[in-house]
């Protein structure tokens, strides 16, 4: 019949029909191939239906160093770990320093999911030895992370120190990272370096005094008393080190005096008197501090300020009697004793100011 289906099927059969259908549908597979990274996952977004697709277009073009490593990538975060290394195991020819980077990905990612030691060693080693000075900043990230996995704090400091260069919007925060994990290690000379770089950077004035004594601290804890000194000198003379507490600036000074830098001490002690020139506590310090150096004229013109500055105290003053003893200043000697016993029952002392008293009057 002239309308019947069988006539109707027949026509939709007809060569140029099928021609049509073909080249739709090639169009369609070269558009797709051309546009294959919009099927791809975006970032954070993996699921098996992302990496089947990119497994067929790895098939397609196995050469595709790209494609390859996206796939395993894809394979490692999904912990499909057998599959990522049989990608590996294919992947010859090009760029070959990104295998590298992804086989060493894969060997830490099996240690932090498997409790063999060994699996755990070799991964440590192999970490160990890895350049990573060409690495991309998101290599970078996920090799510090899987450094922390596996308990290599150091290679992650190592890791956001170079970041925190590369990235200037997050420096601050890499490099307290860095930081954090080069203590972590045990390393406070990098984590004190680190330190003076945050201090370096630092726009406020208060943050700039924080880590500058974060730093010195550090050193200091790392048993670099003398460079500590040295780096607190210097920040004290660009103006970085404004107020520090009391008990710290003693202590800077005791630490000095510790390292057998005496000179440094007497640097800090006449900073500190600088910035605080009342201060009892920096004036008996650094009274003390010259008395045992034998600067005997320094020692009595800081004990006059002190004497002046603070309430007389039996000690101040049975040392002010022996200083102007040595400096020539008998009568003055002889008051400043007889002010000490007035004070302090002594009797070798009350022996002394006789015989000075008989030296200043003679009968």
Do not use: C
């Not at 294919?90 to 295998?99: I, Q, R, T």
């Not at 107020?243 to 001490?265: K, M």
């Not at 900073?271 to 008996?284: F, G, K, R, T, V």
């Amino acid at each position: 019949m002239r309308y019947s289906p069988a006539a109707e099927s027949a026509s939709l059969f007809r060569p140029w029909a099928l021609l049509l259908a073909g080249v739709v549908v090639v169009a369609m597979l070269f558009m797709t191939y051309q546009n294959k990274d919009a099927f791809l996952p975006q970032k954070g977004e993996v699921d098996e239906v992302s990496v089947n697709y990119a497994e067929l277009l790895l098939n397609a073009d196995p050469g595709d160093v790209t494609l390859r490593a996206e796939l395993v990538d894809m394979l490692i975060q999904l912990g499909d770990l057998d599959r990522a290394a049989k990608y590996l195991q294919g992947w010859s020819g090009a760029n070959m320093p990104l295998k590298h980077f992804y086989e060493l990905v894969l060997n830490l990612t099996r240690a932090t999911v498997n409790d063999d030691p060994v699996v755990m060693s070799s991964a440590q080693a192999s970490l160990a030895v890895f350049d990573t000075s060409d690495l991309s900043v998101s290599q970078q990230r996920q090799l510090a992370e899987l450094a922390l996995a596996v308990g290599m704090p150091q290679i992650a400091a190592k890791l956001y120190a170079t970041l925190a260069d590369a990235i200037p919007a997050e420096r601050e925060e890499l490099l307290l990272a860095s930081a954090r994990w080069y203590l972590a290690a045990g390393d406070q000379h990098s984590a004190g370096i680190i330190y003076q770089r945050l201090a370096a950077h630092s726009d406020s004035p208060e943050q700039r005094r924080d880590y500058a004594k974060l730093a010195y601290d550090t050193m200091v804890a790392g048993g670099e008393s003398e460079q500590a000194s040295i780096y607190l000198l210097d920040q004290l003379a660009q103006g970085a080190m404004a107020a520090p507490l009391t008990d710290w600036w003693s202590r800077s000074v005791i630490v000095a005096q510790g390292a057998l830098r005496h000179d440094l001490a007497d640097q800090l002690s006449a900073s500190w008197l600088q910035h605080e020139p009342d201060n009892i506590a920096a004036l008996q310090q650094r009274f003390d501090l010259q008395l045992a150096g034998g600067d005997t004229q320094g020692a009595w013109r800081t004990g006059q300020h002190l004497l002046d500055t603070a309430p007389a105290s039996a000690r101040a003053l049975k040392q002010m009697a022996l200083l102007a003893q040595w400096t020539g200043r008998p009568q003055i000697a002889l008051d400043y004793w007889i002010a000490y016993l007035g004070m302090q029952p002594d009797m070798e002392a009350r022996e002394r100011a006789w015989r000075l008293a008989f030296g200043v009057f003679p009968v």
